[in-house]
């Protein structure tokens, strides 16, 4: 069974920059969850999609934004870069229920 | 404002030897307590995870210890390997349909041979 595939697995912007990262689901699986990592922070949620609709929100601005396609595939943008926006973005998929896989995740360096 | 708090932030242990962690919570609407291990360059996976109406789970080496009254739990690793070395982290998840899970700043867990 394929595991939670996140792409690009690194990625280098310029401030002020917008960017896309992408997550596919493990199979079956219709939510999928956001994270920020970060030394400072730790792990932050971002929020959270379940059949195309966001369903829960963490406490970050509005450059931070989602959406999930019909096939449970799930996007996630960060426009107008800032250096602190620098993190390893995970994804995580479960199906009903708390079993949270996590991808490998999209390091996002910002220069 | 860390709803979850976690200790020592880093811990050494002979191969052999039992490593703790403990995490405490203030939250009484946490309902699932899981804890998950990160090696570097991949995300978090999940280890073990305990409801709240259970004071203990055991799965192979790995336990969770479980105080409600106290609002704390723990990871025991018995028999601690070199390939246990990782950063570990516990979580909390708010029941009634929330799902953010809640993140303890992370122990990095070093088994010397």
Redesign the interface.
């Known amino acids: 069974k394929a595991g ?1 595939t996140q792409t690009p697995r690194y990625l280098i912007k310029t401030r002020g920059q917008q960017v896309t990262l992408s997550c596919s689901p493990i199979s079956g699986h219709r ?1 999928v ?1 956001w ?1 920020q990592q970060t030394p400072g922070q ?4 971002l929020f ?1 999609y ?1 059949s195309e609709t966001q ?2 929100k ?1 406490n970050f601005p509005g450059r931070f934004s989602g959406r999930q396609f019909s096939n449970s595939r799930s996007e996630m943008n960060v426009s107008t870069l800032e250096l602190g926006d620098s993190a390893l973005y ?1 994804c ?1 998929s ?1 199906p009903p229920g ?8 999209t390091r996002l360096t910002v220069v | 404002q860390q709803q979850v708090k976690q200790s020592p932030q880093s811990l050494i242990v002979q191969k052999g030897g039992i490593s703790i962690i403990n995490c405490a919570y203030e939250n009484t609407a946490f309902d699932y307590f899981p804890w998950y291990q990160q090696f570097p360059g991949k995300g978090p996976a999940l280890l073990i995870a305990i409801r709240p109406d259970v004071s203990e789970k055991k799965e192979g080496r790995f336990t969770i210890s479980f105080n409600k009254s106290a609002k704390q739990f723990s990871l025991h690793i018995m028999d601690s390997q070199p390939g246990d070395s990782a950063t570990y982290f516990c979580a909390a998840l708010l029941g009634a349909g929330a799902n953010n899970l809640f993140f303890g700043t992370g122990t990095r867990l070093t088994v010397i041979p």
């Open positions: 939670v939510s969850s994270y730790g792990l932050q949620f959270e379940f369903r829960n963490g995970l995580a479960s708390p079993t949270y896989t996590f991808g490998s995740g």
